[in-house]
Nanobody
Framework: QVQLVESGGGLVQAGGSLRLACAAS????????MGWFRQAPGKEREFVAA????????TYADSVKGRFTISRDNAKNTVYLQMSSLKPEDTAVYYC????????????????????WGQGTQVTVSP
């Protein structure tokens, strides 16, 4: 059974940091590019960051570039999102997802390229 389980969300003040984790099971994690998306209240889900299966490539949304870092530990079947200098506009439910699309440098940004999704974890940034 394919599962992606996010953790690490919570309430933090603006300027603070959080590290999200996403534990994967039920598929060969090392073969998949991994991504993080988020959905704020009343808005559509949007791309945040992606990391190739090889860890050779990353890509970030402009809104988080320089503040967020995506990484993975294939031995633990886990992908992380380190978030720093958080802003109230980062408040959202954060989802991790797995993609089988592309080669070793592939970092998909489109939701349609992701086949497995977690249930999400809430991140709230207070002013």
């Amino acid at each position: 059974q394919v599962q992606l389980v996010e953790s690490g969300g919570g309430l933090v003040q603006a300027g603070g940091s959080l590290r999200l984790a996403c534990a994967a099971s039920g598929f060969y994690f090392s073969d998949y590019a991994m991504g993080w998306f988020r959905q704020a209240p009343g808005k559509e889900r949007e791309f945040v960051a992606a990391l190739s299966w090889s860890s050779d490539s990353t890509t970030y949304a402009d809104s988080v570039k320089g503040r967020f870092t995506i990484s993975r530990d294939n031995a633990k079947n886990t992908v992380y999102l380190q978030m720093s200098s958080l802003k109230p506009e980062d408040t959202a439910v954060y989802y991790c997802a797995a993609s089988r699309s592309g080669g070793r440098y592939s970092v998909p940004r489109a939701e349609s390229l992701y086949v497995n999704w977690g249930q999400g974890t809430q991140v709230t940034v207070s002013p």
